[in-house]
């Protein structure tokens, strides 16, 4: 209880201090464009059901949320970061050295990401981790040696994708996205075709192997998109032959315009991330600063209402918007409602 009142003493401390802050009466939320949508929807939800005002939700990435997170404590600075990846040792460091010192980690569900094209455009149906690396990788496999990547269609290497030129639009390096598209189809599909136990036979180390894997082409064939969703869908929309990276949850509210292909074999649903069957998914997070709750109006309740059993469970209405419900929601309720930071254990 005393370390509590020691943070809101130095939350006050940094508010009073501050000469730009201002008194507020809302939560300040900001980060992951994935986790953006069903922010939005608890935000309305929230006001329209509890005597607070409406959260201000906004995006950036989650790199840039938790970037923001991690500024100081008061109320000038953010109460809670969105972020479609955990956050990262060297985050939570930047935060202490700031004063960030007890956060709470909320995990709300799950999310895939698809691969989805132009819904008339070219037949993208059916990927491989090795397809993406084979397209977007600076080096590549052929006929056993590493080269320089010649590719320029995505027939060029499987002929059963489309002979149409390579146009890939990923998530820019702030997004946690990114990050997960990294780790599951570049780093899988590298070492699927070979590539990285040819990098480590050819001298390098294990990590720089590893790091290798990661690199995309930057000869305009791949493009990052540092904006959200939407903007990745304009460039499809633009682009006849485009193949976009995105979250299910988006995709599923844009089944009007876009066609998603399957990975390994396996389509993206619900039921398939749920099972853990489609291989390309994560966990999705909202970060909390403890010190905050208690002096911002309805921070806490706004943190419990989001994973409510009305809200983020199988019938609640993010799933509709394609949040996985997390089967260990219930533990998830019970931390919240314990203020338990990272850390502690209940």
Same mark, same amino acid.
């Given at each position: ?48 059901? $509890? &005597? ?36 990262? /040792? ?11 010192? &007890?956060?709470?980690? +909320? ?7 698809? @691969? ?7 037949? @993208?149906?059916? $990927? ?13 496999? *052929? /006929? ?12 060029? $290497? ?5 002979? *149409?030129? #390579?146009?890939?639009?990923?998530? !820019? ?7 997960? @598209?990294? %780790? ?35 000869? !305009? ?6 904006? &959200? ?6 460039? #499809? ?35 398939? #991330? ?13 970060? +909390? ?6 002096? #911002?109006?309805?921070?806490? %309740?706004?943190?419990?209402? $989001? ?28 931390? *919240? ?6 850390? %502690?254990?209940?």
């Amino acid at each position: 209880m005393q370390s509590v009142k020691l943070a809101v003493s130095a939350l006050a401390l940094a508010a009073a201090s501050a000469t730009a802050a201002a008194a507020r009466d809302n939560v300040q939320v900001a980060g992951s464009s994935t986790v953006l949508p069903y922010a939005s929807i608890v935000a309305e939800a929230f006001g329209e059901n $509890f &005597d607070f005002p409406t959260p201000v939700i906004e995006s950036g990435g989650s790199s840039s949320g938790l970037k923001r997170f991690c500024e100081g404590v008061g109320e000038n600075t953010i109460d809670i970061a969105n972020a479609s990846r955990a956050i990262r /040792d060297t985050e939570v460091e930047a935060c202490a050295a700031n004063g960030v010192t &007890d956060i709470m980690e +909320v995990r709300i569900g799950y999310d895939g990401i698809v @691969f989805a094209s132009q819904k008339t455009g070219p037949d @993208f149906t059916a $990927f491989e981790p090795a397809d993406w690396f084979n397209a977007l990788a600076p080096k590549v496999m *052929v /006929d056993g040696e590493l080269v320089d990547n010649p590719h320029t269609m995505w027939s060029d $290497f499987n002929a059963d994708l489309p002979e *149409v030129e #390579i146009a890939a639009f990923i998530p !820019g390096t702030k997004h946690g996205t990114r990050e997960v @598209f990294e %780790e599951k189809v570049l780093a899988a599909g590298c070492e699927e075709t070979g590539a990285m136990e040819a990098m480590i036979a050819g001298g390098m180390s294990e990590d720089d192997a590893e790091g290798a894997c990661l690199q995309v082409r930057t000869d !305009g064939r791949s493009v990052d998109i540092d904006g &959200d969703y939407t903007e990745t869908l304009a460039r #499809i929309d633009s682009n006849t032959n485009g193949v976009g990276v995105f979250g299910l949850a988006f995709y599923e509210n844009n089944t009007d315009k876009l066609k998603v292909a399957t990975m390994s074999g396996v389509a993206p649903s619900t039921d398939t #991330i749920s099972t853990g069957e489609y291989p390309v998914s994560r966990p999705l997070f909202f970060y +909390v600063k403890k010190a905050h709750i208690g002096v #911002i109006p309805g921070l806490k %309740e706004y943190a419990e209402f $989001f994973v409510s059993d009305e809200i983020a469970g199988p019938s609640g209405p993010l799933s509709n918007y394609g949040l996985v419900a997390d089967p260990e929601l219930g533990d998830t309720q019970q931390k *919240v409602a314990d203020e338990v930071t990272m850390g %502690e254990s209940m």
